[in-house]
């Protein structure tokens, strides 16, 4: 399989990203990487692997930054996000890796049109820990206008993600409201009950479920709109921190003899929660595999993000999200 | 200021209910309780205090179960939340508290149509712990439809809440978004804020923040709708569990001979995190005080909400939002 990877995207490009991808090759042998961004540059970060037949360098000249808006895709016509799209739409890479710009790498599906046959629209599936294990939630922000039956397919793909990709078997998928009765939250959540209860999924289907569920772990897939998804996602990452930085204070402020031990434990938890979100995670419903990393990647996540890439092509989820989206009658969605 | 404290609402009414009203009484000389419920078990609960001119009773025979939808109001005629709802409308009581059915208490604010005058929509504020103190974030779940001009006024009674009832002299007002450049998000957000843009609040509006804004307290006042802004919250207690409990699990592994010392410290923090939520949530808006309670509420909950609603009369929050709002331009909100 080979995958390009944006050299020039995240916050320390391209030093650390380079070197998660010497780390992916070394890792999996059937890895073919295309590195895109500026060669010197790149070849550089390489350095003794820099002629490695593994590694294939294609030139770019430009970046998109990290607060430009997406449509800068129109008017930089040669920046390493828009080569590694250009070189998945004409099947010269089966896969692309980023930790640039997220929005950018949204609008690249969209420009390419490069979507799986019947989606609608593509929506980011991140993995997040809770009480009982990983849990896929989607979308987190490619799609913050959805339509029920956007919302409807993200069931679908993400229940086929959790099973290629996590191993759980049956599913079970939720829909995240405000109350768990019918009836309860807005019209577009009404509506997308209504589609989940007449399709084929309807037996996987558990309902409305709430914000607490979540890390609860009540369901498998948990579906939202990215608008509420991404704020869900940003909001988890804040509570993380203020709370493990109460519970430092609180809990060292507390010991005498054993106060490093306790120290290194907590962080050993920022770490362990944090490492669940390097990875990246993948825009489904794209006819290829994207993954999109957090801009502050190091060379482990982008080594993970890589590997998960290739596994994600080897465990046919595409093939699978194709199959599962056939079964939905057209009358339905 | 007398206040109707709904007795039979909440998990474990109405034991610790009436115990909470109790507690407010001895505290603030100068409030007065109504009591609205079964008359034999709140005078069972007062027990020696069933005689005090403090505490009257308003005797009703039903009482809206946690899981009944809004709308039963209009069906069950003599609920203890249609009682306190009806006593405040006919200027019997300025206030009421009630741990019950959140749904049926903000759609009693909604069948009376008690707003303070230029209030479109009441919206459900909480405030919250950050790295820079307490925020208050809203509307929380009262209104999972809103319109931008919704938005707009929660933006304007959020802020004078702040000032009034935390102290903050110049409270900033942040819009809750999926980033921070103007264009970014939905219809909704877009149209509010340029609202914001064109009001008197400019000078205080933040513009958009994000998720990972809340806990860091970038603003004051964080302004959503009630579906992003409940499910934002509960997600977040669902957060603190699971990190508490990883970090439980952590640091009580990883010491020996102080294990007791780091779990008294990790319990204090929870509670801390859970006692600021356990005050009640005024229910922004209408005319009189509305406090509504978490259902689990115990009696020191109840007696914080009881005197929070005092308090919320005493610091003319009323009176400032009312003349806050006259100062939109109509032609904008």
Request: hydrophobic share 40%; glycine share 12%.
């Amino acid at each position: 399989m080979r995958i390009a990877l944006d050299a020039m995207g995240g916050d320390f490009a391209p030093g650390p990203i380079v070197a998660g991808a010497v780390q992916a090759a070394q890792e999996n042998e059937s890895l073919q990487i295309t590195l895109v961004g500026d060669r010197d540059q790149i070849t550089a970060a390489l350095g003794a692997d820099a002629g490695s037949p593994r590694f294939e360098i294609v030139h770019t000249t430009q970046v998109v930054g990290m607060d430009e808006k997406p449509t800068v895709l129109r008017t930089k016509r040669d920046t390493s996000i828009g080569k590694c799209w250009e070189l998945m739409a004409t099947r010269k890479v089966q896969g692309l890796v980023s930790a640039g710009n997220t929005g950018a790498m949204t609008a690249g599906a969209l420009f390419t049109k490069l979507f799986i046959k019947g989606v609608k629209r593509p929506g980011i599936a991140v993995v997040i820990p809770s009480l009982q294990g990983p849990v896929v939630l989607l979308d987190v922000g490619a799609n913050s206008s959805c339509k029920a039956e956007h919302l409807f397919q993200y069931g679908a793909m993400g229940s086929v993600y959790a099973r290629q990709m996590l191993g759980i078997e049956n599913p079970t998928i939720g829909l995240m409201n405000i109350g768990t009765e019918e009836g309860k939250g807005n019209d577009l959540v009404r509506e997308t009950l209504d589609l989940f209860q007449a399709s084929h999924l309807r037996d996987r289907f558990h309902g409305n479920v709430e914000g607490r569920d979540l890390y609860q772990g009540t369901v498998n897939v948990f579906v939202t709109d990215g608008f509420v998804g991404n704020i869900v996602l940003k909001v988890s990452e804040g509570v993380l921190d203020l709370v493990l930085k109460l519970a430092a204070n609180g809990v060292l402020s507390a010991l005498d003899k054993e106060k490093h031990l306790a120290e290194a434990a907590l962080r050993r938890v920022a770490h362990e929660y944090h490492h669940s979100a390097t990875g990246g995670a993948p825009l489904l419903g794209v006819d290829g595999v994207c993954i999109i990393c957090h801009g502050s990647s190091n060379d482990r996540a982008i080594r993970n993000a890589l590997l998960r890439a290739a596994r994600h092509g080897d465990n046919k989820v595409n093939e699978l999200i194709a199959s599962e989206l056939e079964r939905t009658p057209t009358s339905v969605a």
